[in-house]
Every structure is written in C-alpha cells, then in structure tokens.
C-alpha cells in the first residue's frame, strides 16, 4: 500500500557521491593516523592492546548488522521509487525493533561471558578490570549504533549520501579532539572510550534529523512491525551476513593468530601495522558502496552491458586511486612509522615489514570490491564464499608454509598472510571477470598494470632518498621532508595519470566534476 504523501525526487548523483565519499573516507585516514601516536604519548603498549581488543569483539558482533544494513539500502531505494513510504515505514520498524531485541540479547551474552573472553584475549589481570569496562562500554554504545543506525543506511538508499557523509566527517574530526581533551584532563584510555560514545551520539541525533528531513512521511514506530518484511532480512540479509562473517573472521585473523603467537604486545603490533594501509583502502572502497546502489538500478533493468560497462569503470577508478597511497606506504614503511610514531618505532620490530607487504597485497584485495558489489546487486551474494573460499585455502597453505620456514613467528606471519592473501585476490578477479564476460586483458591493461606504476614510482623516490636523506634525521625532520617527498611523489603519479593513463573522456568528466565543486563552493561564499 503506497503513502498519499508524494516522496520527494530521487537525489542520484554516482560521480559525486563517490567523490563525498573519498573525502570523507580521507579525513578518516587522517584522523587515524592522529591518534595511535596521540594515545601512545600518555598511555602503554599494553594498555592500548586492551582498546585494539574491543574491536576485535565490535568487528564480530557487528556481523548482525550487515545483512540488515543492505536490505535497509535496497529495499528503501525500491520502495522509495515506487512512491511507498509506507513500506519504508514498516521496513524500518520492523529491522529496528528485531535489532532492539538482538541487541538486548547480545549484550547480556557478553556480560556473562566476560571473564572467558579476557582469558581468551590473555588479558593480564592487573588489566582485567579496565578491559572489562572498555569492552561492555564500546559494545553497549556499538549495539546503541546496531539499532538506530537504521537511519544512515536510509540516507543510503536514498542516495542522500553527501549528506550522511558529511556528518561523518564531523565525526571523524571531533573523535580524535575529544580524545586528547580527556587524555590531557588524565582519564588515560578510558578517554578513547569516552570520545567513541560522544561520536557516536552525535552521528546518530544527526542522520534521525537528516532522515526525517529528507522523508517528513517516516515514522518507525513498533506498531509498523510487519512480519511480512522478515522475508527480506532472512533472505537476501541473512546470505549478505553469512558473508560478512566469513570476511570479518579473515579480517581479524592477524590480530587473532598475532595474539595467540604473540601475546597482546603482537595484537597492538599487528593493528598499528596495517592500520595505515587499511586505512587508505577506506578512499577508494567508496566507489564499491556507491556501485552497488547504481548497480542495482541497472540490475533491475536487466541492462548487462550497463553492468559490465560500471564494473570496467569502477574497477579501473578504483585501482588508481588506491594505488596512489599504497605505492608510497609499501616504499616508505620505515620513514613513515618514524614520523607517525617517534621513538615507539624501538618497540615495535617488525612494523616495517608487516606495513610493507600489508600495503602490497591490499592493492589485489581493494580492485576485487566492485566485482563483489555489482555481483551482490544482482543478488548473487553466494559469489562472495568462493572469495572466502580461496582466501581461507590459500591462506592455510602459506602462513602453514612461512611459519616452517622462516626463522620467527612474526615474519612467518607477516609473510604468508599477505602471500595467501594475494593469491586468493587474483583467483577471485579472474572468477568475476569470467561471471561477468569482461575481457581479462582489459582488466590487465586497463585496471590492474596501471595502479602498479605507482609501487614503481615510490621505489625510485624511496631510492632517492636513499642516496640524499641521511639516516639519523629525528621525528619531527623525517616527517617534514616525508610530506614534500609524498606531494612530488603524489604529483608526478598523477601527472603521468592525466598524460599517459587517462582516457579523453575520462579527463572530460574530471573536469565537469571540478567544475561541480568548485561552482558549489563558489556559490556558498557568494551567499
């Protein structure tokens, strides 16, 4: 039954909703990168191992919402099409109060398997008390999050995603403000857990208020409850959930086999290693969020040539843009984990390495998104297992491999995790490029070889510096020349990009978008 109440037009804009999208994801980067070196200057190692811990549950209990956060996604933009605000309002009701009850359920599970979990974790037990209040803190503003968080993915949907991206930037930067207020007023960790909830509540105030802007007909209300909407969550939600299970475990599995091996020390050691890499894969893993919104539209058309036009597309876009950051990360590992972290670098043998061939393998990881979001807007989520599939064969064999031959734990870590994982992200392009029929010698030539111009580069710049920096430069130096080296470096990349790599037309949309923004931002300062 459809709403009297006429919905306002779709707001679709792909290229600038993923280009909101990178910014915001940039400013995340950036904001992560604050941190560590931050929390590490007032607290522990250890200390902050008991935070890397938290999320290490977090990741895994937030497997419940992803299934429900892309039915929220798909089914808002059908019904929102077909002018049913009436079926947004019972959807919503209904996926809300099932996760008010999971929810409910999940943290009193926890609560009582606390002291098995800190024993899990090897948790010390001068620092169990403090674990234990970070974990039912962080988990109990996470599940606040799990249930309200409804509202952002209807922004999602539809296609409001500036402005559900904008308040993340917000977010992004009062986080890591908060944090050093309460580190400086001497709350110690625990201001990490105070600057997340603060986050947190201020996001979600803000996509109620934006989504009830955007749609004055919703109202989520227990009485909209419809068990008829159940079959869209236990359906389509719950194969995308099994999914995500799989990929959270493969994940989270450094920190895991890191912290059985290693002991926290090695967790902490393992998650400030691939943060920055991570890290960057979150710019260019908006274009994947985007496609599988327009993917859909095409999807429901049945136009294949449109589908495997916006695969070629996204792919190609989202090879060079991730490979703008990961080139210079797997060159300068060294001289960036001496900027970011300062005189820590002494305790954490084996950054470097682990940074280096994070970076390395993450490129292969990062170009298998689209693939995986254009599949899953076809409704072929069952596609996303034989990824897991591979990853978790290959990834058997070669840490299995590594650890037999090299001649520490942590190498033999670092080693056959990022050789398994690079292995199993190569099988699975070439299964999508097969389900897909795209020519593998596009992919090659047009998505894959270009980004790795970028590894080259920040080898020859990282030559240089090399044969011209000295050795014994301090923090403060190094970062300073690393910032002039990462724009040259950034520039020529880019240079070579709009000279040698480009398309004509994809420098013509280059330019329309520029002229967007800029017309934008002109308009602003003219009112």
Request: proline residues 3%; positive net charge; charged residues 15%.
């Amino acid at each position: 039954m459809s709403s009297s109440k006429k919905s306002p037009t779709l707001h679709s804009d792909p290229a600038g909703n993923a280009s909101i999208a990178m910014i915001a994801k940039a400013f995340y980067l950036v904001t992560r990168l604050c941190i560590p070196p931050l929390v590490l200057s007032y607290i522990s190692l250890s200390e902050y191992g008991l935070w890397t811990a938290c999320f290490i549950l977090i990741m895994y209990v937030g497997l419940t919402d992803v299934g429900f956060s892309s039915v929220y996604v798909r089914f808002t933009a059908r019904y929102h099409a077909e002018d049913n605000i009436d079926g947004i309002n019972r959807l919503l009701s209904t996926g809300v109060t099932m996760l008010t009850c999971m929810a409910l359920v999940i943290i009193l599970v926890v609560w009582a398997l606390l002291p098995s979990i800190l024993e899990f974790l090897k948790i010390d037990v001068l620092y169990r008390e403090k674990a234990g209040i970070l974990i039912l803190g962080t988990m109990s503003m996470f599940l606040l999050d799990l249930t309200l968080g409804a509202y952002c993915y209807l922004l999602h949907g539809l296609q409001r995603i500036k402005e559900e991206q904008s308040v993340a930037i917000v977010g992004y930067i009062l986080e890591p403000t908060l944090i050093f207020i309460c580190l400086y007023l001497g709350f110690g960790v625990y201001s990490l857990l105070i600057a997340f909830v603060l986050r947190y509540v201020m996001s979600l105030l803000s996509f109620m208020y934006l989504a009830h802007h955007f749609l004055p007909g919703l109202k989520v209300r227990f009485r909209y409850f419809d068990k008829k909407m159940l079959r869209h969550f236990y359906g389509f939600g719950a194969i995308v959930q099994a999914s995500a299970f799989c990929a959270t475990v493969l994940f989270s599995l450094d920190r895991i086999l890191s912290g059985y091996f290693l002991g926290p020390s090695g967790m902490a050691l393992f998650d400030l290693s691939t943060k920055l890499p991570v890290s960057a894969l979150a710019i260019p893993s908006a274009i994947s969020n985007v496609t599988m919104a327009t993917g859909s539209r095409h999807a429901a058309q049945d136009d294949m040539e449109a589908i495997r036009s916006l695969y070629r597309q996204s792919t190609r876009s989202t090879g060079l843009i991730a490979a703008i950051p990961l080139g210079f990360i797997a060159a300068f590992s060294a001289p960036i984990g001496m900027a970011w972290l300062g005189t820590k670098m002494g305790e954490l043998n084996g950054l470097t390495l682990i940074m280096t061939l994070t970076a390395l393998w993450s490129y292969l990881h990062i170009i298998t998104g689209p693939g995986s979001s254009i599949l899953r807007a076809m409704g072929k989520v069952e596609n996303e297992f034989v990824y897991h599939g591979l990853r978790v064969a290959m990834l058997l064999i070669w840490v299995s491999a590594m650890l037999f031959l090299m001649p520490t734990n942590l190498e033999g870590l670092a080693w056959g995790l990022a050789i398994g994982s690079a292995m199993a992200s190569s099988m699975y392009i070439l299964v999508n490029q097969r389900i897909l029929h795209v020519p593998m010698r596009y992919l090659l030539h047009d998505a894959i070889i270009p980004g790795l111009f970028a590894f080259l580069l920040g080898g020859l710049f990282r030559l240089l510096w090399e044969l011209s920096i000295p050795s014994t430069l301090g923090r403060w130096s190094t970062l300073a020349i690393l910032g002039v080296v990462g724009m040259l470096y950034t520039f020529t990349y880019l240079l070579v990009c709009w000279s040698y790599i480009l398309t004509p037309a994809e420098r013509v949309n280059l330019k329309d978008l520029r002229g967007k923004f800029l017309g934008k931002l002109f308009w602003r300062q003219k009112r």
